[in-house]
């Protein structure tokens, strides 16, 4: 395996946009941040906040009661673990690896020149965007980026949990359209965050571990758990 990945963004999704960022920012410490200026024309707000200078936590909601995230908020209930952004070098070998895999790549697109890719969640355990940015110190948001707020009560993304119904199996999946080893048999360390999988019945409930770096309290958004390490 010759790859290698970087996680870039963990976004959630949520019916009450403005009420959660707000706890959100209360409980951390984070500042305004800015909005993805491509999501708008998806029917989508966004709030993107810099927790370190390489990772962001997003919030997406459904402008209006229509679209994919609006019927997946309906079923998964209000707000969940929605998608995880990873940078790859080498989007077309994911999508060759995606199509030698039987893993469904419902939007292949092109966003500020670059490559994105979202693999289809029932095949991959979370809807896994994968955006080809070859340069490993390059990001899209390098020109709108205000940086992590100074004195916020947290400073990485130190990994997620996501409960899957077999953790070694999608280890396994992702190690393979990835082209990216594993760091044990159930995890990836993705530029320094760890995503997991853990059993049990497939749930948007994520675990987000956060560096604190002093000074913050737990938001309480049900749906979505957040830990302190």
Not at 80 to 108: K, M, N
Not at 131 to 137: F, M
Not at 167 to 186: G, N, Y
Request: net charge negative.
């Amino acid at each position: 395996m010759t790859a290698w990945a970087v996680l870039r963004q963990v976004v959630l999704a949520t019916g009450t946009i403005n009420d959660d960022v707000a706890v959100v920012r209360q409980a951390f410490g984070f500042g305004a941040g800015f909005a993805d200026p491509e999501l708008r024309k998806l029917n989508l707000a966004d709030a993107t906040m810099p927790v370190s200078s390489t990772r962001y936590l997003e919030f997406v909601a459904p402008i209006e009661a229509t679209g994919p995230v609006h019927a997946w908020l309906a079923k998964t209930g209000p707000r969940g673990g929605f998608t995880l952004s990873v940078q790859h070098p080498d989007p077309d070998g994911v999508r060759a690896r995606c199509a030698e895999a039987g893993v469904r790549v419902p939007i292949d697109d092109v966003a500020f020149g670059r490559t994105v890719l979202q693999l289809h969640p029932r095949d991959v355990g979370l809807l896994l965007e994968v955006d080809g940015i070859p340069e490993p110190d390059v990001w899209f948001w390098d020109d709108v980026d205000p940086g992590p707020e100074p004195g916020a009560g947290v400073d990485e993304i130190v990994g997620v949990d996501i409960t899957v119904d077999d953790p070694e199996s999608m280890t396994a999946l992702w190690a393979r359209i990835l082209d990216v080893e594993p760091s044990d048999s159930t995890a990836f360390d993705l530029g320094g965050s760890t995503v997991r999988f853990v059993a049990g019945a497939p749930s948007a409930d994520w675990n987000i571990q956060l560096r604190s770096s002093g000074g913050s309290d737990l938001p309480d958004l049900p749906g979505i758990t957040f830990t302190l390490v």
